[in-house]
T-cell receptor
Framework: DAGVIQSPRHEVTEMGQEVTLRCKPI?????LFWYRQTMMRGLELLIY????????DSGMPEDRFSAKMPNASFSTLKIQPSEPRDSAVYFC????????????FGQGTRLTVV | QKEVEQNSGPLSVPEGAIASLNCTYS??????FFWYRQYSGKSPELIMS????GDKEDGRFTAQLNKASQYVSLLIRDSQPSDSATYLC?????????????FGRGTQLTVWP
């Protein structure tokens, strides 16, 4: 299995631009998580999905952030408009049902907003 | 009170020593417990999972769970410089929040030769 795949690995954009991060979870996993990691705040859960349905988006910082999961193999996290304080590493992770609750992370997208 | 708390560290041990990492959690309904290792600039990597009270050993790693005390630990025996990383404790409250993982802030471990 290729694991969780994220793209792009690095993104540099100007303030005010739209940014779209992409994630392909591990095949067969029912849960998908979007996290943001910064030195100041550590690893923060932004939103997670179960069977493509958003379960908890209370971690999404503002209306500028939105996430979708149109099917079981693809999710996007969009920031519009982007701001310098959005600079962070964004991770996507997926996990399965039942006893297979371990979450596996993608390589992350390092976002820099200038 | 935070959901998951870890000893903040940083923790520094000599090569060959035992490194002990600790974690407490607030919800007694928690069911699954995990340790992740994160090297600088890399993504968190799952290294141990534990679901029932007691010890679970995997090579040089031992996870310990005490649900009554709401305490999880990770012991690394014969520590190596390659173990130098940040270790994240994660807890799953599947019964109430459908699979969400709560992470601690992590403990930075340095193993010096």
């Amino acid at each position: 299995d290729a694991g969780v795949i994220q793209s792009p690995r690095h993104e540099v954009t100007e303030m005010g631009q739209e940014v779209t991060l992409r994630c392909k979870p591990i095949s067969g996993h029912d849960y998908l998580f979007w996290y943001r990691q910064t030195m100041m705040r550590g690893l923060e859960l932004l939103i997670y999905f179960n069977n493509n349905v958003p379960i908890d988006d209370s971690g999404m910082p503002e209306d500028r952030f939105s996430a979708k999961m149109p099917n079981a193999s693809f999710s996007t996290l969009k920031i519009q408009p982007s701001e310098p304080r959005d600079s962070a590493v964004y991770f996507c992770a997926s996990s399965g049902q039942g006893t297979n609750t371990e979450a596996f992370f993608g390589q992350g997208t390092r976002l820099t907003v200038v | 009170q935070k959901e998951v708390e870890q000893n903040s560290g940083p923790l520094s041990v000599p090569e060959g020593a035992i490194a002990s990492l600790n974690c407490t959690y607030s919800d007694r309904g928690s069911q699954s417990f995990f340790w992740y290792r994160q090297y600088s600039g890399k993504s968190p990597e799952l290294i141990m999972s534990i679901y029932s009270n007691g010890d679970k050993e995997d090579g040089r790693f031992t996870a310990q769970l005490n649900k009554a005390s709401q305490y999880v630990s990770l012991l690394i025996r014969d520590s190596q410089p390659s173990d130098s990383a940040t270790y994240l404790c994660a807890v799953n409250r599947r019964s109430s929040t459908l699979g969400r993982l709560y992470f601690g802030r992590g403990t930075q471990l340095t193993v010096w030769p």
